[in-house]
């Protein structure tokens, strides 16, 4: 199978269950690795991906990507090098489309193993602890509301975690209002 219709029929199948701007990031991050597999002269077919080349893309973004450098909307940024969060998202959104091309066998059984055990390290990301929200600014919003509807608006997101989309598609046959439950749908 040729990776880029490989690469079309995966995300072909992702638009079902990911959301309008999350199915454009996984394209830019699938094709930032087939692109990369060109450019070190490696065919298209899918067969021939070995796991050496799959850890030298990952050791490529880690020390030698310039962000930008393929795109004509911003100047590549010699200086500064991708955030291991970002090549951690890259590494998930390859795993994920690896763990797809499985299911639809479509994989050598050498291939099945890559992404299992760590043979393909996950890159390091520090954990970052961000404060949810400055008190002072929430009850700055708080102030500003003029029902209370609004007021339960922000209260149910700074307490419960939910995505502003996923409070907007919250129907009334999802919540509890005795247990103070809510059956969600979303990441």
Avoid at 87 to 94: E, G, H, M, P, Q
Avoid at 102 to 126: G, H, N
């Amino acid at each position: 199978m040729n990776i880029k219709d490989a690469i079309e029929l995966y995300l072909d199948h992702s638009s079902l269950r990911v959301g309008p701007r999350t199915l454009p990031e996984y394209r830019k991050r699938l094709y930032l690795w087939a692109s990369w597999r060109l450019s070190q002269g490696f065919g298209n077919d899918l067969v021939d991906v070995n796991i050496e080349e799959m850890r030298g893309f990952f050791s490529y973004l880690m020390s030698d990507h310039t962000p930008y450098s393929s795109g004509d909307q911003r100047r590549p940024l010699a200086e500064k090098k991708l955030s291991a969060s970002y090549i951690d998202s890259i590494w998930r959104n390859v795993r994920s489309f690896w763990y797809w091309l499985e299911c639809e066998k479509a994989l050598t059984p050498e291939q099945i193993t890559f992404f299992r055990e760590k043979r393909i390290p996950v890159p390091r990301v520090d954990e970052q602890i961000r404060p949810i929200y400055e008190e002072d600014t929430f009850d700055a919003l708080i102030a500003a509301c003029e029902t209370d509807r609004d007021k339960a608006i922000l209260y149910m997101l700074i307490e419960s975690g939910l995505r502003v989309a996923e409070l907007c598609s919250l129907n009334y046959e999802h919540v509890n209002l005795l247990d103070r439950e809510a059956r969600i749908r979303g990441k």
